[in-house]
C-alpha cells in the first residue's frame, strides 16, 4: 500500500490516506478529516502508469 496526500475540502488541512490497489483502479470512499472531522468524499483513480489521481470533495456536494 502506498500513502497519498489531499488537502480537506473544508478546512483545507493535509491529511493522509492509504492507497489499496486491490480494491480496484477506480475507488470512491468517505474519509474523515484528521483536524476538523468533517467527512471528505474521496476519488481515487490509479493510472496504467501506477499514478494515483485523487479528488476530495464536501462529502453534500458530490
Given amino acids: 500500500m502506498r500513502r497519498v496526500t489531499y488537502s480537506c475540502a473544508f478546512c483545507g488541512e493535509d491529511n493522509e490516506v492509504f492507497v489499496d490497489p486491490s480494491g480496484g483502479r477506480r475507488q470512491v470512499f468517505t474519509e474523515d478529516c484528521t483536524v476538523c472531522c468533517r467527512p471528505n468524499?474521496?476519488?481515487?483513480?490509479?493510472?496504467?502508469?501506477?499514478?494515483?489521481?485523487?479528488?476530495?470533495a464536501q462529502e453534500y456536494e458530490a
Fill in 41 to 56: 468524499l474521496i476519488t481515487l483513480t490509479i493510472e496504467d502508469d501506477g499514478e494515483v489521481l485523487l479528488d476530495a
